[in-house]
């Protein structure tokens, strides 16, 4: 990737983010014909999901603990980050049903594809959804402070003397995200607190229900 283009996606806020991830999807909606109605749908999903993610990230990984700071003034509101998560989980749901109906009277071919949209849908919904809150949980933090005071009014104190960046805040939503519990940062705040808690909830019901469904519905395919 260039340094022009990766200074430019860096500078993106979230707004910015969500609409060429938008804009993406819609794009690749109306480029496949329209007799793949079901696969122009889950196509755009992945298209979409798979743009944001990739901006998203090159932000992550670009960006130390002052970048992290200063990005976080231009904070999602939170009913949009609510809406991001609940529609990821609703797409991988969705995706789940298309799964299964693919895997009936199509050729092998076309079973095959829609089997691999499907997946990547899920792998896309479930990187989404941490990916959101950890960009969730660095607005937070910052809000409520800077420096020292930060690990304490910001909700989160994260092991060592620096300042977290985007990465940190990665680990800790991931860590969530894989195991539904909390590792080696300690919540200090009622509001983190609840948010974590949330997060947990999520996590536990898109691994143990979409995740195992998907595997039962795949090896019923084959």
């Given at each position: ?40 749908a ?45 529609g ?10 298309f ?79 894989m ?14 607190r ?29």
């Open positions: 990737m260039g340094a022009h283009l990766k200074q430019w996606i860096e500078r993106l806020n979230a707004h910015h983010r969500l609409a060429i991830a938008g804009l993406t999807g819609i794009a690749v909606f109306f480029m496949l014909p329209i007799a793949l109605l079901d696969t122009r889950i196509a755009s999903w992945d298209a979409a999901s798979g743009i944001y993610l990739s901006l998203a990230w090159t932000t992550i990984a670009g960006a130390d603990a002052e970048a992290t700071r200063i990005s976080t003034r231009n904070r999602q509101s939170s009913l949009t980050i609510l809406l991001i998560v609940l990821a989980a609703c797409i991988s749901v969705a995706a789940l049903a799964m299964y109906k693919s895997g009936h009277g199509l050729p092998v071919w076309k079973k095959m594809l829609h089997v691999a949209l499907s997946f990547l849908a899920l792998g896309f919904a479930w990187l989404l959804i941490h990916t959101r809150f950890a960009f969730h949980y660095a607005h937070r933090y910052y809000i409520g402070g800077r420096g020292a005071r930060a690990a304490h009014t910001g909700g989160l104190n994260f092991p060592g003397d620096r300042d977290p960046d985007y990465l940190d805040f990665a680990y800790f939503s991931f860590v969530i995200g195991t539904s519990q909390v590792s080696d940062v300690a919540v200090t705040s009622r509001v983190m609840r948010i974590t808690l949330a997060h947990g909830l999520l996590s536990f019901g898109f691994n143990v229900a979409v995740l195992a469904l998907s595997v039962n519905i795949f090896a019923s395919l084959i």
